[in-house]
């Protein structure tokens, strides 16, 4: 059965850091290109970093750049977010995704193939 299953969430203190992983199973994650969404309350799924599969070339939505660091561990099957200097405004679910593609997507949810349950990610003090 392939499945995606993140964790690492929780509440953490406005400035502070969280590393969420995604891994996967089913399926071996290194033939796929990754991505990190995020939907808060009231608002629509937004990406927030991919990985490509191709050439691991990665990519930032303009309000996670310079603070998000997405990474993969192919030996453990896994994707991780390392989130630095959090604010109130990252607080959300979120979700990793599997496109069975070269490249990935940051812009839509279209086009993924798999989705995790999500994980919640409180920012608050």
């Known amino acids: 059965q392939l499945q995606l299953v993140e964790s690492g969430g929780g509440l953490v203190q406005p400035g502070g850091s969280l590393r969420l992983s995604c891994a996967a199973s089913?399926?071996?994650?290194?033939?796929?290109?990754m991505g990190w969404f995020r939907q808060a309350p009231g608002k629509e799924r937004e990406g927030v970093s991919c990985?490509?599969?191709?050439?691991?070339?990665?990519y930032y939505a303009d309000s996670v750049k310079g603070r998000f660091i997405i990474s993969r561990d192919n030996a453990k099957n896994t994707v991780y977010l390392q989130m630095n200097s959090v604010s109130p405004e990252d607080t959300a679910v979120y979700y990793c995704a599997a496109v069975s593609r070269s490249a990935c997507f940051l812009w839509t949810t279209k086009w993924y193939d798999l989705w995790g349950q999500g994980t919640q990610v409180t920012v608050s003090s």
């Open positions: 089913g399926f071996t994650s290194e033939d796929y290109s």
């Open positions: 990985i490509n599969s191709s050439n691991g070339r990665t």
